[in-house]
T-cell receptor
Framework: NAGVTQTPKFRVLKTGQSMTLLCAQD?????MYWYRQDPGMGLRLIHY???????AKGEVPDGYNVSRLKKQNFLLGLESAAPSQTSVYFC???????????????FGPGTRLTVT | GNSVTQMEGPVTLSEEAFLTINCTYT??????LFWYVQYPGEGLQLLLK?????DKGSNKGFEATYRKETTSFHLEKGSVQVSDSAVYFC???????????FGTGTRLQVTL
């Protein structure tokens, strides 16, 4: 049981290049999330998905696209990278909330992206 | 909308000192509250949680009580260790898609 895995772990891009970050989970979770972590700002939600084939925007979606073609995978794409997208990216997954109780999210180890 | 405010760090303590990290929140409805911990170079992992008013979450010697009247969820530990050095995030969850709203994080440094 690997939990949530992310690839790659590190990446350096030049401005204007594109890339895709892959997140995979083996816990059969319905919900998946992409966050970015920046100093002094905590974690901010980029996009999320409540099931295979569905995605939605989070707090900071501009410049990113996502896809959830399979339940276990959630891809984050940068079509034209900018220096402002230099950050650490975390993927997470969760069961749907039941009644009023939100379930915990399980996080991957992160991808450190630098855009020069 | 939902928001979480937690005390700024870094917090530097000597080993065996008492720890408090303050966290207050603003939310509609009845959110669940969480403390996550991030060790250097790693992702976040759940430390403890509480799902309703007056619940106390506890784990690894850490505790936090869900106080609806003061909208707070302060993290405490009676005796910290060097291995507790990490960044601690307070978060609230609930609503659509169980999204989490995080505080900005508090870095704790414990020295011998």
């Amino acid at each position: 049981n690997a939990g949530v895995t992310q690839t790659p772990k590190f990446r350096v891009l030049k401005t204007g290049q594109s890339m895709t970050l892959l997140c995979a989970q083996d816990m059969n979770h319905e919900y998946m999330y992409w966050y970015r972590q920046d100093p002094g700002m905590g974690l901010r939600l980029i996009h999320y998905s409540v099931g295979e084939g569905t995605t939605a925007k989070g707090e900071v979606p501009d410049g990113y696209n996502v896809s959830r073609l399979k339940k276990q995978n959630f891809l984050l794409g940068l079509e034209s990278a900018a220096p402002s997208q230099t950050s650490v990216y975390f993927c997470a997954s969760s069961y749907p909330a039941r009644d009023r109780e939100a379930y915990e999210q399980y996080f991957g180890p992160g991808t450190r992206l630098t855009v020069t | 909308g939902n928001s979480v405010t937690q005390m700024e760090g870094p917090v530097t303590l000597s080993e065996e000192a008492f720890l408090t990290i303050n966290c207050t929140y603003t939310a509609t409805g009845y959110p669940s509250l969480f403390w996550y911990v991030q060790y250097p170079g790693e992702g976040l992992q759940l430390l403890l949680k509480a799902t309703k008013a007056d619940d106390k979450g506890s784990n690894k010697g850490f505790e936090a009580t869900y106080r609806k009247e003061t909208t707070s969820f302060h993290l405490e530990k009676g005796s910290v260790q060097v291995s507790d050095s990490a960044v601690y995030f307070c978060a609230l969850g609930g609503g659509t898609a169980s999204k989490l709203t995080f505080g900005t994080g508090t870095r704790l440094q414990v020295t011998l």
